[in-house]
C-alpha cells in the first residue's frame, strides 16, 4: 500500500494550497497520518498529523494558525489545507503514516524515520 499526494504547485505569499493524501491498499481511518514537508538539504519536518484517538490535530509551531489537517473517511483521503503561504512553507510535501504498530494511531512520533509508506511527494513553492 502507498499513499498519493497532489495539489501542489506555484502560489503567490499569502496565497492557499490543499494537499491531498490518498491511500491504496489502506484504511486510512486506522492509522494517525502525518504530514511532512522536506527541503534541499534537510530532514523532513513534520509539520501537521491527524491522530485516530486521543489529543490532536498537531501542528508545527510556524504554521500553526494557517494549516488545517482533516480526513474524509468516504475518500480515504487526508487533507491539509493551506493558508497565508510564505516562501518558507515551501518544498516537498509528502504524508506518511506511524512505522511502530503500538503507536500508528497516535502522532506520538515526530521524525520521519518512525514513519512509512512515503508516496512520491508534491512540489510547493510559494514566490511573488
Known amino acids: 500500500s502507498q499513499f498519493v499526494e497532489s495539489g501542489g504547485g506555484l502560489v503567490q505569499p499569502g496565497g492557499s494550497l490543499r494537499l491531498s493524501c490518498v491511500a491504496s491498499?489502506?484504511?486510512?481511518?486506522?492509522?494517525?497520518v502525518g504530514w511532512f514537508r522536506q527541503v534541499p538539504g534537510k530532514e523532513r519536518e513534520r509539520v501537521s498529523c491527524?491522530?485516530?484517538?486521543?489529543?490532536?490535530?498537531f501542528y508545527a509551531q510556524s504554521v500553526k494558525g494557517r494549516f488545517t489537517i482533516s480526513r474524509d473517511s468516504a475518500k480515504n483521503t487526508v487533507y491539509l489545507q493551506m493558508t497565508g503561504l510564505k516562501p518558507e512553507d515551501a518544498g516537498v510535501y509528502y504524508c506518511?503514516?506511524?512505522?511502530?504498530?503500538?503507536?500508528?494511531?497516535?502522532?506520538?512520533?515526530?521524525?520521519?524515520?518512525?514513519?512509512?509508506?512515503w508516496g512520491q511527494g508534491t512540489q510547493v513553492t510559494v514566490s511573488s
Open positions: 491498499g489502506s484504511n486510512l481511518d486506522s492509522f494517525a
Open positions: 491527524s491522530p485516530v484517538n486521543g489529543d490532536g490535530p
Open positions: 506518511a503514516v506511524p512505522s511502530q504498530r503500538v503507536v500508528e494511531k497516535t502522532c506520538f512520533m515526530t521524525t520521519a524515520l518512525d514513519y512509512r509508506q
